[in-house]
């Protein structure tokens, strides 16, 4: 493969743009408008200009990068590309519209992927006349940072196909795992439930932003608190993630907290938009508390659901131990693996109290 297209600039969809540009591929990136299209520049500038000060590339390797990028917002610009990754919000009659356009302009050879983050990729494929050029590339927030993604695959996929995104996602120096088309794949799963499970303790007035949030830096040594890693992921996206869920698993709890949606109905759509559970017109700090007793129960309530969910998935025989440990910590930047931490910890202690 020589040349990708990507479609949709948002933070991700930049973030897959840098990705393959860093490895040396020509890319195309696409949006719907011109703004969008700037946006996804912008995005990729800020990024690189952030390596360069940090010295991981020089300018000249920045240069070099940006030169392997072109922009625009018509299709056809993608019609030579060997591979498309789709990367547009988390709209399923967007993202039909968005693939049977990409299948009647791109090449019949060119696989097209979806970075959809929980929707059902065999329907994606369905409105193409190449369903088994069609699959899932999931990567995660930050692109160039997390070295998992997940390939799903569908019935109708190639295995040709299959092995060739999961050669060409290692080539990019990320780890794959190979899934099933099932609702939140892994890590997604996984993950939602415990953001939306830390927004339920908001409204339910049992606990604070700021309480949670600390509580999971510092005594779970997560990277983020929930409430600004749902602000990285877009409250929207999130909204998304969990309808998908709750349609499948049916199960209250799996349908967004209140907190998430009325947010995304005034437009508080996390960083994205500046606002969210934080404010993005400065740098903020991380949230921090001096409430102890407050953080540890919240630690307990969050981590011991997390856990459980996690020996679901494994017990249900949808994911090995292996991948999901792997997905929370190279997608997510966790300390370890929800099996890693059951190990440590010894699994009759479980429930924590
Ligand atoms: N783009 C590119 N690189 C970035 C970046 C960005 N937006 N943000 C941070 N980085 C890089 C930095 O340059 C730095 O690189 P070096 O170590 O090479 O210098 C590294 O990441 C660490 O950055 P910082 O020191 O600035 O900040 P940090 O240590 O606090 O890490 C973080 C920031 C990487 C975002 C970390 O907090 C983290 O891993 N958070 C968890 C994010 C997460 O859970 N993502 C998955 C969300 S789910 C998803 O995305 C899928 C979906 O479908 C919804």
Not at 30 to 37: C, G, N, P, Q
């Amino acid at each position: 493969m020589e040349k990708i297209g990507v479609v949709g600039l948002g933070i991700m969809g930049a973030g897959i743009v840098e990705v393959f540009a860093k490895s040396g591929y020509s890319v195309v990136g696409v949006a719907e408008s011109d703004a969008a299209v700037s946006l996804g520049q912008s995005n990729l500038a800020k990024s690189l200009s952030r390596a360069v000060s940090r010295g991981k590339l020089t300018d000249e390797e920045s240069s070099g990068i940006t030169s392997l990028v072109t922009w625009g917002t018509d299709f056809s610009l993608m019609s030579d590309c060997d591979l498309v990754v789709e990367a547009a919000p988390e709209i399923m009659s967007l993202k039909a519209k968005i693939f049977s356009e990409l299948d009647s302009c791109v090449k019949s050879s060119a696989i097209l992927a979806t970075n959809t983050s929980s929707l059902s990729v065999t329907s994606i494929a369905e409105v193409t006349s190449r369903r088994s050029h069609v699959i899932g590339l999931h990567f995660f927030n930050p692109a160039p940072v997390q070295k998992f993604v997940e390939v799903i695959s569908t019935e109708f996929s190639d295995s040709d196909v299959v092995k060739k995104v999961v050669d060409l996602a290692r080539g990019l120096g990320k780890e794959p795992a190979q899934i099933a088309d099932q609702p939140g794949f892994i890590v997604n799963k996984l993950l939602l439930r415990y953001l939306n499970h830390a927004v339920r303790l908001i409204d339910d007035g049992i606990s604070t932003r700021d309480i949670i949030d600390s509580a999971m830096r510092e005594i779970a040594h997560f990277p983020m608190g929930p409430l600004e890693l749902l602000d990285l992921i877009g409250l929207d996206t999130s909204v998304e993630v969990l309808n998908t869920i709750y349609d499948d698993t049916g199960i209250d709890t799996d349908g967004p907290a209140s907190g998430l949606t009325a947010r995304v109905n005034i437009g508080e759509l996390g960083r994205k938009s500046g606002e969210g559970f934080y404010t993005y017109a400065q740098p903020h700090e991380p949230a921090t508390s001096q409430d102890d007793e407050g953080k540890q129960r919240v630690y307990v309530e969050l981590i011991n659901a997390y856990l459980a969910s996690a020996c679901e998935m494994r017990d249900s025989g949808y994911a090995t131990e292996h991948d999901i440990n792997q997905g929370m910590k190279l997608g997510c930047g966790l300390p370890e693996g929800p099996f890693e931490t059951i190990a440590r910890v010894g699994s009759d202690q479980l429930p924590l109290n």
